[in-house]
Structure formats: structure tokens, C-alpha cells
């Protein structure tokens, strides 16, 4: 018995394992874990009985975090669009675009994944979608099976990581940050992620261009009269959006001091960037709709159907992005935001009825439910675990790792490496950061750059053969039997799984390759993030010293000995000096703690 109360944790932890491997659902393995636990230690002593009745608060606490409320709002915003067609429209599109050239298919399927992400943030929803409208067509032109297979299950988890996934979100509620702080720290690391996947498809195009071949001519649908693809136009319109979006970027804190009304010097990259992108799209489709209904000409069909299919998502991306950089709108108004803009796309686009609405609500429901589920569960095993100093357990076994901040995050980067075979992201999240996190503190490690690094670690638990869940997605989509092509009327060969899992590794090792990356570079995250003033806290004492106990120089006092008290009678004035008269407690409780109340101001700020 000596032995279990010494070495509670690890066995609590141990016996989580079990459950798992068992094959029960996670919610209620953490649950029934923590409970059974909770009782044992009680009998035991390991902790006092009234550990169980910080329970009820705990639970309250999950029902009330505002943060959470961002999931479903984000999730229904992804449902509506991935259902009314935006998927297949934007493929179809971008597939016309980049489709003249070797590799042209991939680059669109990386490019689609990357405004699925930023809109649906549900890496199924991106996965299936790409695979039943592109795998074929890949397949159609000759693309190699295993690469189309892992490009499509790539592109689909791109969704983990761009703004604003779900992730994100739940990774910042258990770290105790900011998701708008976490939004912006995945900023860059998302895109340089898709930058090497263009990469990657780039070089296959120049040493293997058999396995990426370019779009025949009979397959480009949008042509002009004259023959012409129409990319003179296209190509004309790109341009004068790109230049008013860097003479945005360029004159940002003059727009920012106009549209305050008070000086503003410097903004931050992240809002440059959304809000300057953001401009040039909406002058773009403004261009767009005056060639339009003005009947001008101007516009290629190519450059038109561009601009309509592409750009009204951007716009709805920038509006939810964009008002949460800036501090216009927390994340979870920003949701909901998006979720309202969502409905109104796809009712102006004629392709939302209730049967959808329904389907949407009713799977958002259900991905909410999980997820509260799966907190509730992961609450009750943190009460006790914590009650039974497990932080403490875990802090000795990975606070003296060699190698310091750097060897503890390779360390803990590789066990999450391999938990990500078993446990998806809402599970490591909700069981393994809780753990990390405060060791992760202690030793200095910024915790957004933490759990931006987290969350591309956990991107790969995606793609893991034979476990990954983007590859059983797409294996439910891809062909498992020889069919017909309804184009050429060739019999096509399936799908392989094996194909689907050799295809994957090559973006697996890109991903790991990020991880690294970020190790060693935490400034691609953190040089995103506000940057926090340089206050002298001892100058601002003092000065609130000086308001509270005015000299000479005005306030009660200056000239008289009496101060009025609220019944309005005289009563005599603490001049600065009897401060100092009233012994060193006293002096201290009077500097000490106008100074922890402005720290604390300002690191709330």
C-alpha cells in the first residue's frame, strides 16, 4: 500500500493506458479513470476527500468558456461551404488555371486544401472533398497514384494548422493563451508548410515530369473565341490587385491613423498582410462585377470565373481573420461571423435548403459533443491527477532532460510523434499538453511557440500509415475496383491502400521537416506576436505613489493638515512621510503593492 500512495501518478497514469488499450471510448476512460482513482486515493489518503468536491466547479467552468463557443460556430462555417459546392467549384477552377502546366493538378489541390483549411478548418471534409472530385481527374491525366494519393491527404490536414483550425483553438484554451495569439504565431509556419509542398510538386515536375503531366488541351474548358486560354486578363487583373495590396502594406499605419483617429507608427506583419490581401481581393471582384453587368469585355471567362469563385471565400476568410488580428472581434465573434457569412454565400449562391442546414447543424452538434465529451473526461483525470501531484511527477521526469529547453522539446515532440498512432488531436490536447504545458513554462519555452509546434507535430498524426485518419478517408473515396472513366471510357485501375500510404510518407517527412524547423527557429512564430511595451514598472510606482500621497504641489494636504471623509468632517491627511514613520511592513505594503497591481495590469494587457 506504501508503495501505490508514493508512486500514485505513475500508476494513475498507467492505468489510463490500459483503459485505452482496452478499446474504450476516450471520454469515458478519462472519466471512469479519474473517478475510480479520486475514490481509491480518498481510501487511501493520498489526498483529502474534498478534492471531489472541486468537481462541480471544474464542470461549471467548461460549460462556461467563452473560447469554446469558436468550435462549433467554425465548424458549422466549414460544413455550409464544403456542402454547397464551394469545394468542387474551386478545384474545378484553379485545375483550369494551373492546369497547362507539369503539375499544374497539384498545385491546385494544395492551393484548394489551403482555402479549405481557412474556411472549413475540418480536415474530413477537405480530404473527402478533394478526393472525390480530383483523384479522378488526376488519375484521368496520368498522375502517379501514390503522389496523387498523398497530395490529396496533405492538403486535406493543412486544416490543423492554417487559421482557424480547430486545433488551434483548443491547443490556446489548454495553454492559457490567446487564440488570437495563437492564430497569428500559425501565420507563417501554415504557409511555409504549403510553400513545401509546392516545392516538393516543383521538383517532381523538373526530375520526374512523367508523373506529373500537364492538362491536355482538350480537357481546358474556359477559351476564348479566339482559341486564347485567356490568361492576358487574368494575369492584368492579378497585377493591379497585387499593387494596391502592397501600397496597403505600405502605407498600413497611415490607414490605421485614419481609420483610429489617433497615431499609429507600427503594425504588425499578420494584419499587413490579411487586411492588405484583403484589399486587393475586394478591388479585384469590383473590377470583376463593373466588366460584368457594365458589359465591357475586358475580362477573359477565365479571369470572371477566377475572380467569382475565388474571391467572395477569400473575402469571408480575411473577414474572420482579419477582425480578430486586428482586435475588432474576439475569436469567438469572429466564428460566428463566419458561420453567418457562410449561410449568406451559399443562399446567394442558390444552393443552400433546409435538408443542408440540417445535415450541418446536426454534425456540428455531434462534433461539439465530442468535444465537450472529451474536456468533461479530460477534467476529471486533471482534478485528480493534480491532487495527486502528478505535475510534479511529470516535471521531474522531463525538467532535467539533457540538453535543456531544446533537448526537453525534441523529447517531447517524439512521444508525441508516437502518440499520434493511437490518440487523434482532440485527445492529445485534452490528456498529454495539460501535462507539458508547465513544465514547458518553467523552463522558459513560450508557450504559443509550444503549441504551434504541438500542432504541426499533431498534423502528422494524419498521415501516420498505417493509423493516419486522412488516409482512411480517402480511402473510403478512392477506387477499390477497376471502373469505367466517364470521360475517355477507359477501365482504370483502383487504388491501392498501399499506394494511399506509400503516397503519404514523402509529405510525412515534409511535415516532421517543419517541426524541426520551428525548433530551431521559434522566431517564425513568435516575431508574429504583439510585441510587449518596455515599461519602467518602478518609475510607474512611484508615480502612483505620488497621485495616492500628494506633496506640496496640490491635493489634500498641500496646504492644510485635514483631508474631508465622506460624512464631510475634517480628518487629519497621511502626509508622504508618515509612510516611512509607520515602519518597514507598513512602507512595504504601501509600494509593493501598486506595483503588483500594475504588473499584473500589464501583463494582462
Known sequence: MEFIAANFAPIMFAGLIIFLLLGFPVAFSLGACGLAFGIVGIEMGVFPSSVLAWLPQRLIGIIANDTLLAVPFFTLMGLILERSGMAEDLLDTVGQVFGPMRGGLALAVVFVGAMLAATTGVVAASVISMGLISLPIMLRYGYDRQFSSGVIAASGTLAQIIPPSLVLIIMADQLGRSVGDMYKGAFIPAFMLVGCYVLYIACLAIFKPASVPALPTEARIYREPNGSGGYQSLLVLMVVSFMV????????????????????TSVPTDEKVVVAMAGGAFVALVMALANKYAKLGLLSRL?????????????????????????????TEGGAMGAMGAIIMALMRKRLDMKLLKQALATTTKLGSFVMFILIG????????????????????????????????????????FLAFFLDYFELSFIVVPLLAPVADKLGIDLIWFGVLLAVNMQTSFMHPPFGFALFFLRSVAPDKPYVDRVTNKVMAPVTTMQIYKGAIPFLIIQLFMVGVLIAFPGLVTGSLDKVGDYDLKAVGEQMMEDLNPGSEGGYGADDQTAPSEEGQEQPSAKPEAAGEAGPDAKAATEDDPMKAMQEALGRK
Open 245 to 264: 495590396s502592397i501600397v496597403l502594406a505600405r502605407y498600413m499605419p497611415e490607414v490605421h491613423t485614419w481609420w483610429l483617429g489617433r497615431e499609429v
Open 378 to 417: 479530460a477534467t476529471i483525470f486533471g482534478l485528480v491527477f493534480q491532487a495527486a501531484d502528478g505535475p510534479i511527477w511529470v516535471e521531474h521526469l522531463l525538467a532535467d532532460l539533457p540538453g535543456g529547453p531544446v533537448g526537453f522539446l525534441i523529447v517531447v515532440n517524439i512521444l508525441i510523434f
Open 303 to 331: 479571369a470572371e470565373r477566377v475572380t467569382f469563385v475565388l474571391i467572395p471565400p477569400l473575402l469571408l476568410i480575411f473577414l474572420v481573420l482579419g477582425t480578430i488580428f486586428l482586435g475588432i472581434a474576439t475569436p
